[in-house]
């Protein structure tokens, strides 16, 4: 399926209870069932390309797997030397939580991904990790994978990001609960934090004091995990998007979860003028509750705080942004330019060909909220860039080219979209 044609929609009503699972929960899970004794069990895992392969490479590792189709139990015993190049395919966050999961572990191990994770930036992950005494190498010096890590001890750290990242954060955890001391985290500004999270929910010492965590290596392993994954806020945003632009429509969006570091684009569509509320259902590991969106006409905002906890749904609010009265404004985004796709310019570029005007800057962009028109819009193998603008021909219809990323974390979009919009898939 290389293309879509979406129709304009008409005002919808609806509830979805099948949004798709949480990528960074899903990957976390399969990751750190690797660091339990027991055996964890995961339902509503992501059943997705991004989140299959790092399944695949716990599988390569040692893990023992057994999956009735609702529910995955993990059972490790310890990290096994893999006899597999370890494929994360499109995921940053596979390549670079597994560098700091396989650093301390004993054998060599060989981290790849596809064309685009293999220009993806290493040196946030593998610089720290080198000056703890990981043994990692990749090309250019260690910053492009495929990655090669051969397991060492590690010295405890205390170490000042300065990249608000959860993936190197996420990294760093779990290379200091199997240093030789106390380790210290400190980011510029909160990430998302599953990782402490769930690890804290298996037991392990790791304490968060404001921007600072610090992590007392493990003596023994940890108790294994027994969760639910809730639904994805980055992937349900697309349908918040779709119910605000569209006149008179209205969603609910269930059984997300609504940790804070998740739902800042949620908050910011909020400031533009949709009519949105949160109901608390579940609190295991982090809030989870629904979602409710209503239309209401939207005006401009800028966007410049707490950017990590709102940078994956920046593409699908810049449609929003294309909707609304006035000019809105990203800033402090330049780690847009290190995602799938360098996604300041696959917005600029997307919303410009659907006659929109944009300004684009180093670290963001500036979009003069008017009329959507239809156009064709090439994904650049991102699938947020795809679901963004397959969302804007809500508007006006739209052709979008490119969309077998979809699959790396949101598998079952088309049918939740059909249930709004006529869409055409083309070859
Ligand atoms: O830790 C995670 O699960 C993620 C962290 C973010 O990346 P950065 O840590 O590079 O900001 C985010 O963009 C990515 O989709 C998932
Ligand atoms: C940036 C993303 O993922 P990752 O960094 O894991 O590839 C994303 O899903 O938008």
Not at 31 to 41: H, I, K, N, V
Not at 198 to 204: I, K, P, T, V
Not at 302 to 329: K, M, Q, R, Y
């Amino acid at each position: 399926m290389s293309a879509v044609e979406v129709s304009k929609a008409n005002k919808f009503s609806l509830k979805l209870n099948t949004i798709a699972p949480d990528k960074s929960i899903s990957h976390r899970s399969a990751m750190f069932a690797m660091l339990a004794s027991g055996t964890s069990e995961v339902t509503n895992f992501l059943r997705a390309e991004d989140t299959l392969n790092s399944l695949e490479i716990v599988k390569n590792l040692g893990a023992t797997i057994e999956d009735d189709g609702v529910t995955i139990k993990i059972s490790s015993g310890g990290i096994k030397e893999p006899f597999e190049i370890l494929d994360c395919g499109n995921s940053g966050t596979g390549i670079r939580l597994f560098c700091g999961l396989l650093s301390s572990a004993n054998g060599h191990f060989v981290l790849t991904g596809d064309k685009y994770l293999r220009k993806r930036p290493m040196k946030r992950v593998t610089t720290p990790l080198r000056e703890i005494g990981a043994v990692i190498d990749g090309r250019e010096d260690s910053n492009l994978a495929p990655l090669s890590i051969r397991g060492a001890s590690l010295k405890a750290f205390d170490y000042d990001s300065k990249i608000a990242s959860a993936q190197v954060k996420s990294c760093m955890i779990l290379a200091a609960l199997r240093a030789d001391g106390i380790c210290s985290y400190t980011e510029p500004e909160l990430s998302r934090d599953h990782t402490e999270r769930m690890l804290q929910g298996m037991g392990a010492d790791i304490v968060v004091d404001g921007l600072k965590t610090t992590i007392t290596p493990m003596k023994e392993l940890l108790s294994p995990l027994t969760i639910r994954v809730p639904a994805d806020p980055s992937s349900a945003f697309f349908f918040a998007v779709a119910a605000a632009i569209t006149p008179d429509s209205d969603i609910v969006l269930e059984g997300v979860t609504l940790n804070p570091t998740r739902i800042e684009a949620f908050k910011a569509l909020e400031r533009m003028g949709a009519n949105i509320s949160y109901e608390l259902t579940d609190n295991r590991y982090e809030p989870i509750g629904d979602i409710r969106v209503k239309y209401a006409p939207l005006h401009a905002i800028t966007v410049e705080d707490n950017i990590s906890w709102l940078i994956d749904e920046l593409p699908a609010l810049s449609i929003a942004f294309a909707c609304a009265t006035g000019e809105s404004v990203v800033k402090n985004a330049e780690e847009l330019r290190v995602k799938e796709s360098d996604r300041i310019s696959t917005v600029v570029e997307g919303l410009r060909a659907c006659g929109i005007e944009v300004h684009e800057y180093k670290d963001g962009y500036r979009v003069v909220g008017g009329e959507l028109k239809r156009a064709t819009v090439d994904s650049d193998g991102d699938h947020r860039i795809a679901m963004s603008f397959i969302i804007a021909g809500l508007r006006c219809g739209m052709n979008v080219t490119d969309l077998d990323c979809i699959n790396t974390s949101f598998p079952n979009f088309f049918e939740l979209l059909q249930k709004i919009t006529k869409i055409e898939f083309k070859q």
